[in-house]
């Protein structure tokens, strides 16, 4: 008799437990579910233009409550390893993509891959040659270099022959600051463009072809070097040859280094873009578009360019553009 007693003394406390436990779970609504995945994909890691793209896109994830999941190849030459990432993070079925494509061209099946498989595609910093991915953020290549083409024309005083440092052919940002540049130039009457050099996105590259092209050319007045690097490169050059100042440099973006050589008077003009944006922007119009409102996505966001020079540098507006780089 005490056994059954006992047994069901038991029985109730153990139905008990579950009827608090139900009720507990009734007044906190049911599980939160697991987290969206967002797959951001740079061109590159290995420089700090990247890092600020990651700032913006972790910025966009925690505001959204949303996974940022960063992973790019170590250098912006690297087509096949771009794709290779992207192909794993499509097979991991990930909610989206943002990406920034290696190659404009090569990097469009792996996009069409991504898109049948339900998985929307945003692109930032350097697209596709394509329309399916959803939303291109990034700068306005094209007039940002003719900027940069307008403003050294004016430090040369409008006259003699200037080079230009790309970086890599195929990649789309890089041939749209070729052919802005190109277009600019053309507007500066006395200002003829000379030779024209890539440097592959490498530091030690982009010394040797603006080694190269001042050997070849001893009267050259200027340079535009279209990215980090290939200001890094240039500017490295232009001072162990005593150059500074005296070859005009203006180039793209704002890593330490460029503005470092800025305040020197190596480089007298940065085109400078806004990474952190792109990244946050790429990233909220992905969970815009996993959540199902793909009709309000705009085709295209230009994030701007500010031109930045030793006399605005130390403004509160420049400061406040360039803090996410520090």
């Given at each position: ?9 038991l029985?109730a406390?153990v ?9 507990r779970q009734?007044?906190?609504g ?11 994909v ?7 233009f990247w ?5 913006g896109a972790e910025?966009a ?36 993509i943002v ?17 049948d498989?339900?998985i ?14 959803l939303s291109f953020?990034a ?5 940002a ?6 403003v ?15 970086f ?18 053309k ?12 440097s592959?996105?490498q ?5 040797q ?5 001042l ?7 200027g340079?535009?070097a ?19 100042g ?12 460029e503005?470092?050589?800025l305040?020197?008077g190596?480089?007298?003009a940065?085109?400078v873009?806004?990474?952190?944006k792109?990244g ?12 199902g409102d793909?009709?309000s996505i705009?085709?295209r966001?230009?994030t ?5 020079t030793r006399?605005?540098?130390d403004t509160?507006e420049?400061?406040?553009l360039l803090?996410?780089?520090?």
């Open positions: 008799m005490h056994r059954l007693v006992i047994t069901f003394t029985l406390g139905l008990l437990l579950f009827s608090a436990c139900a009720k009734e007044a906190s049911p599980a939160p579910s697991a987290k969206l995945r967002i797959a951001v740079p061109k590159g890691t290995a420089h700090s890092l600020t793209v990651k700032a910025q994830g925690q505001e959204e409550g949303v996974q940022i999941l960063w992973k790019g190849p170590a250098e912006e030459t690297d087509v096949e390893g771009q794709q290779r990432i992207l192909e794993d993070f499509i097979n991991q079925k990930v909610d989206a990406m920034a494509a290696c190659d404009a061209d090569g990097m469009v099946p792996i996009v069409k891959q991504a898109m498989a339900g929307p595609v945003i692109t930032i910093d350097s697209g596709v040659n394509s329309d399916l991915p953020v700068t306005d290549n094209v007039a270099a003719a900027k940069a083409a307008e050294l024309c004016e430090l040369v005083g409008g006259k003699g022959k200037v080079g230009m440092v790309p890599i052919k195929g990649a789309a940002s890089s041939e749209q600051r070729e052919q802005g540049f190109r277009e600019g130039i507007n500066c009457t006395g200002v003829t463009l000379g030779p024209v050099l890539y592959q996105s530091v030690e590259r982009a010394m072809v603006t080694e190269d092209m050997t070849a050319n001893p009267d050259l007045v340079i535009f279209a990215n980090e690097p290939g200001a890094v490169g240039a500017a490295t050059v232009l001072e162990q040859r005593e150059l500074a005296k070859v005009k440099l203006v180039a793209f973006d704002a890593a330490q280094p503005i470092d050589a305040r020197r190596t480089i007298q940065l085109i873009q806004n990474p952190f792109m946050y922007e790429g990233v909220k119009l992905a969970v815009q578009a996993v959540k793909r009709a705009p085709k966001v230009d701007g360019v500010t031109v930045v006399d605005n540098l509160p420049v400061q406040e803090k996410e780089r520090r």
